[in-house]
């Protein structure tokens, strides 16, 4: 019985930290302007709610993952 707790919960985390956030996964390739924080001129960055929304309820760490990759904002429309 024991063994099998430990395996699920092995899996269970093995799955939680191959899909962390929902951005990343499913967000489509990452641009340079997503990348660079905006100068003090520049308008802020535009977050895309959906992901962020699903990131706090599916898995909270995610959307630190998104933000430190970029991958939360909105691609740039130049």
């Known amino acids: 019985m024991k063994k099998r707790l430990v395996k699920f919960a092995a899996i269970c985390f093995v799955a939680l930290t191959m899909l962390p956030s929902c951005a990343t996964v499913f967000g489509g390739k990452i641009s340079s302007c997503q990348r660079t924080k905006p100068a003090a001129s520049e308008p802020a960055r535009q977050v895309r709610a959906v992901a ?13 993952v998104d933000f430190a990759t970029g991958a939360i904002y909105k691609p740039c429309d130049n």
């Open 52 to 64: 962020l929304v699903a990131d706090i309820l599916l898995f909270w760490p995610g959307a630190i």
